[in-house]
């Protein structure tokens, strides 16, 4: 596998510049430079490269500007190298989407607990101001959508089952609500909801059998089919009844305690959250994202809102880690076979501050596991201390001129050598907390 990439030509004595993937202390890279410095076309070059090394690239792109369509790929690199996959409202531009309570696979995942704390901390991501009462009822919420999945932490066996979305979640929710105003007790809705969920298999059951009735022209095929309508038709009237009677039955001789213990009020600011989430078809797993192992897997997100944007990173990054760790044959491996780009100055500050971010984890064990991440960002200050010692190899393109002497402090630059930089022509690089030296960028003559 290829491991030694060649990036330039020293601009002082003209020797060929390359980096060694298995001579550098970990595989993260960062990216300084101002719009227009070559910032992007330079973290282009290195997915070419991570390409031709079979590496599996993920690389969430918030602008549109990673794709193949878009051009600035070396003419060796094929089309097939790429898999594009789009997040969007509309189902017939976008083609993935997550679904974001799954149960981490493996018995030392955390299981549905572990599901549910990260579940909540997504779903702040819309709300960043919900208080305890709310995520206290959210947590309960969750773990009941579980339960009703047949899903619960206690069973590890229980894990690997269908995982409930957030359309499920809302249906919860509702329940909870229709509840609290109807005066019945929350358990009748829980009957309520286990019917029409078998009612939905037997529609399933039913269309299948039309189906097969049709292709084969068979009045056998046919017989059967109206004989299961006919049964079908049967089993909703049976749950129009039940429900009726469960119903009479509540009001007639219901207790009087609290119907559920969520306020209503609780339950009214947590709902318009969950349904612009069912709403926006981006959390529902369906069609699911099915990243390829060697490929360059584009994950576009632009046109989104921001906070659809951190949330689907937090779940990119969870997942990203999550598989290097379980993929990983074996620990501190000489090159890596994941890495991840961050090419959006924003997402960047965002994820690298914050403590529940799987983000400082890929920085900080990363390379154990035999990931790595490139960092693009416009100046030094939009990366943390604690991910900037954390990276092996320092790309410093120009930046303005309001951002010279704070790229000059934090990277501790000699002054006069980042002032005159050409933009997508020149950079200054540092590996492994080396000296800069001053490149020109992909020449070789």
Request: hydrophobic letters at 35%; charged letters at 25%; one cysteine or more.
């Amino acid at each position: 596998m290829q491991h030694n990439y060649l990036l330039g030509t020293d601009s002082d004595n003209d020797e060929v510049v390359d980096i060694d993937l298995t001579k550098i202390a970990n595989f993260n890279f960062s990216f300084v430079g101002m719009s227009g410095s070559g910032k992007t076309y330079t973290i282009k070059k290195m997915l070419e490269n991570f390409w031709r090394s079979r590496i599996t690239v993920f690389a969430p792109d918030t602008q549109g500007d990673l794709s193949y369509i878009d051009g600035d790929y070396s003419s060796d690199i094929p089309q097939e190298a790429f898999v594009e996959n789009k997040f969007h409202y509309n189902d017939e531009i976008g083609n993935c989407s997550i679904n974001f309570l799954e149960v981490p696979k493996g018995r030392d995942s955390g299981g549905v607990l572990s599901a549910v704390r990260d579940a909540v901390y997504t779903i702040k991501l819309f709300h960043p101001s919900m208080g305890i009462q709310q995520s206290a009822a959210l947590r309960s919420l969750l773990e009941e959508t579980y339960q009703r999945a047949g899903i619960v932490d206690s069973d590890p066996g229980t894990w690997s089952l269908n995982a409930p979305d957030v359309s499920d979640l809302l249906e919860t929710i509702k329940d909870h609500k229709k509840a609290i105003i109807s005066g019945v007790q929350k358990t009748v809705f829980d009957e309520i909801h286990k019917m029409r969920k078998e009612l939905v298999r037997d529609q399933v059951k039913l269309d299948n059998l039309y189906a097969k009735a049709a292709e084969s022209q068979s009045q056998s095929s046919r017989d059967k089919a109206e004989l299961s309508e006919k049964e079908f038709d049967a089993n909703v009237e049976a749950l129009v009844e039940k429900t009726g009677e469960m119903i009479r039955s509540e009001i007639r001789h219901g207790k009087t305690e609290q119907v559920t213990d969520i306020k209503l009020s609780v339950i009214e600011n947590i709902e318009p959250i969950i349904s612009d989430m069912v709403k926006s078809k981006l959390f529902c797993g369906r069609p699911p994202l099915r990243p390829e192992k060697g490929r360059i897997n584009i994950l576009n997100m632009k046109g989104l809102v921001e906070q659809e944007m951190l949330a689907l990173y937090h779940i990119i990054l969870g997942r990203t880690f999550s598989a290097a760790v379980q993929t990983c044959r074996q620990l501190n491996p000489k090159t890596p076979s994941m890495m991840i780009v961050f090419d959006e100055a924003k997402i960047v500050q965002h994820v690298s501050r914050d403590s529940m971010s799987p983000f400082p984890r890929i920085i900080t064990e990363g390379r154990k596991f035999g990931l790595g991440a490139l960092i693009g960002c416009q100046i030094p200050a939009q990366i943390s201390d604690e991910i900037r010692r954390n990276i092996s190899a320092f790309f410093q393109l120009p930046v303005v001129r309001e951002s010279q002497d704070e790229s000059r402090r934090k990277l501790k630059l000699p002054k006069g050598m980042i002032e005159g930089l050409i933009a997508r022509k020149e950079a200054l690089l540092s590996l492994n907390g080396g000296e800069y030296r001053k490149i020109d960028m992909w020449r070789f003559t």
